[in-house]
């Protein structure tokens, strides 16, 4: 029998490098590099700092000194804010402690601005903060806890209208040209500004810089959306499939893990040694549930980011619908979708049922709306349009196995 396939489609926002650069040397003196820290927004994860870190680690900084810290968009949330604030202080003396650093850069997006300010608004722990970044979010009258502030703020809003001025008094404030909310996080530009603001010069390279396909190493957590606390008493299997059909190639996983626990910190894999020019398909299996799938394109370097997300019982997933005879999608990018922007699954451009498109969309569920066996691209579906971030496309897909 066909089964209902949930599949999550990850990593467009991969840059296309055209060449193999060697990699860089960091900029900058040695008491320049320090551990980054980075917050995220209103249901975001670790996934908007993944491109960062990339092109980080594409410059020559320690991979062992990349962090996010990720905390609850949910409502009502399983902490209070001075119960995050409290473990965000946590998890600074963790990275001090195992770098051995005498401070971090911090760094926040959007709703994480408000977190990362609340935080620094004690003088003890805004001692231990040598920078930080300000993206796209709070403005204030004052440089938050004293400490030197980089404020990126994107021009666009999600509606595509211009954003009235806003600034940090007495930080360094840039504004992205043409950019949008998640985009400023995520993209090469605004990594140019944040790196020149660590080490006071300009990176060797924006790009994100392939390394050798055999040196690839990826790892990360399954999370439940938009909790991001762990999956617990579930199995990962990745499998290598082919390219251009997405079939698996062998007839064992590549790897296996089995994930525990449901903290902040739980549903942890890898590393998996992977190979930067194949394709991989992961896959979620959980007692009860059908399985979920998950493709990204190529790792072209080394990712220790990679987040798959998942609904829990009553989540957003709920609401689509489910049979035997169709495919359920969720496609996600770190960049917002517009309207000249190409999507397409089974030769239709899904992004036709969004356009105009006037609001920040990086997530889209597709799926057979109704079970019906038809597709209608004249609107989006209501139930996930009216979610921040989000939309949703009534596309039939058949099913198939796996």
């Not at 963790?94 to 003088?123: E, I, N, R, W």
């Not at 089995?258 to 998996?272: A, H, K, N, V």
Request: with cysteine; net charge negative; glycine share 8%.
């Amino acid at each position: 029998m066909k089964s209902t396939r949930l599949i999550g489609i990850f990593a467009l926002i991969v840059v296309l490098v055209l060449s193999m650069l060697p990699l860089a040397t960091v900029a900058g003196t040695d008491d320049s590099i320090k551990p980054i820290i980075f917050v995220h927004g209103m249901a975001g994860s670790a996934q908007q700092f993944d491109s960062q870190a990339m092109r980080f680690a594409s410059n020559g900084w320690p991979v062992n000194y990349l962090f996010a810290f990720e905390w609850t968009a949910a409502f009502p949330s399983p902490e209070t804010a001075a119960e995050r604030t409290a473990r965000l202080d946590a998890f600074v003396d963790s990275v001090l402690a195992q770098t051995g650093a005498d401070k971090v850069y911090l760094m926040g997006h959007s709703a994480g601005t408000a977190v990362s300010f609340a935080y620094l608004a004690d003088p003890a722990r805004a001692a231990k903060v040598a920078k930080y970044v300000n993206i796209d979010g709070a403005t204030a009258a004052a440089l938050p806890g004293g400490v030197p502030t980089l404020a990126i703020w994107a021009e666009l809003a999600g509606t595509g209208a211009v954003n009235p001025p806003r600034a940090i008094v007495g930080a360094t404030n840039v504004l992205l040209p043409g950019q949008y909310h998640v985009q400023s996080a995520t993209s090469a530009e605004a990594f140019a500004a944040m790196y020149e603001f660590f080490t006071g010069q300009a990176p060797a390279t924006t790009d994100i810089i392939p390394e050798p396909p055999g040196q690839v190493r990826l790892a990360g957590r399954a999370v439940f959306f938009p909790a991001n606390q762990g999956v617990g008493d579930a199995t990962l299997e990745i499998w290598e499939i082919d390219d251009a059909t997405g079939a698996r190639k062998y007839s064992e996983p590549a790897a296996t893990y089995t994930l525990s626990g449901t903290g902040y910190y739980d549903g942890t894999w890898g590393p998996f040694e992977a190979n930067g020019l194949k394709h991989y398909e992961f896959v979620l299996l959980r007692e009860g549930f059908r399985p979920h799938h998950f493709y990204c394109e190529p790792f072209m370097r080394s990712d220790y980011f990679v987040r798959l997300q998942t609904s829990p019982v009553g989540g957003i997933g709920d609401h689509m619908d489910r049979s035997d005879n169709h495919s359920n999608m969720v496609v996600t990018r770190q960049k917002e979708l517009r309207d000249a922007d190409v999507l397409e699954m089974n030769g239709t451009n899904i992004v036709t049922a969004l356009a105009p498109i006037t609001k920040a969309i990086i997530g889209l569920f597709v799926y057979d709306d109704g079970a019906d066996g038809a597709s209608d691209l004249t609107q989006p579906i209501p139930y996930y349009h009216a979610i921040t971030f989000m939309s949703g496309v009534d596309l039939y897909m058949p099913a198939a196995d796996p």
